[in-house]
């Protein structure tokens, strides 16, 4: 199995700033891509951001310039610099890593965190 565990979420004004860490553990061989997603109350989750294990990045237009993508391949953690912070950012936040598992034949995985809330309101 592999666990993601998310953290940093909380309650900030609007521009302010949040860091989101993801911690990967469990029978894991490699990890190709991590990304964070969001769902926000009656809407579907969405993309954030996203970044291979090169380095290369994605970003979702309503956030590029402000928020910003991260990983220690040593550590199989990834971050999300959230600078910037508007209302409309307000979502649980999601952490996802595809790879390959441990092992002989080496099974691909898919893992979703369980998600921490940030919430952005004066």
């Known amino acids: 199995q592999v666990q993601l565990a998310e953290s940093g979420g909380d309650l900030v004004q609007p521009g302010g700033s949040l860091r989101l860490s993801c911690d990967a553990s469990g029978n894991i061989f490699s990890i190709n891509r991590m990304g964070w997603y969001r769902q926000a109350p009656g809407k579907e989750r969405e993309l954030v951001a996203h970044?291979?294990?090169?380095?290369?990045?994605n970003y979702a237009d309503s956030v590029k310039g402000r928020f910003t993508i991260s990983r220690d391949n040593a550590k199989n953690t990834v971050y999300l610099q959230m600078n910037s912070l508007k209302p409309e950012d307000t979502a649980v936040y999601y952490c996802?890593?595809?790879?390959?598992?441990?092992?002989?034949?080496?099974?691909?995985?898919?893992?979703w965190g369980q998600g921490t809330q940030v919430t952005v309101s004066s």
């Open positions: 970044i291979a294990d090169g380095g290369s990045t």
């Open positions: 996802n890593a595809s790879g390959l598992k441990q092992g002989i034949i080496k099974e691909k995985f898919d893992a």
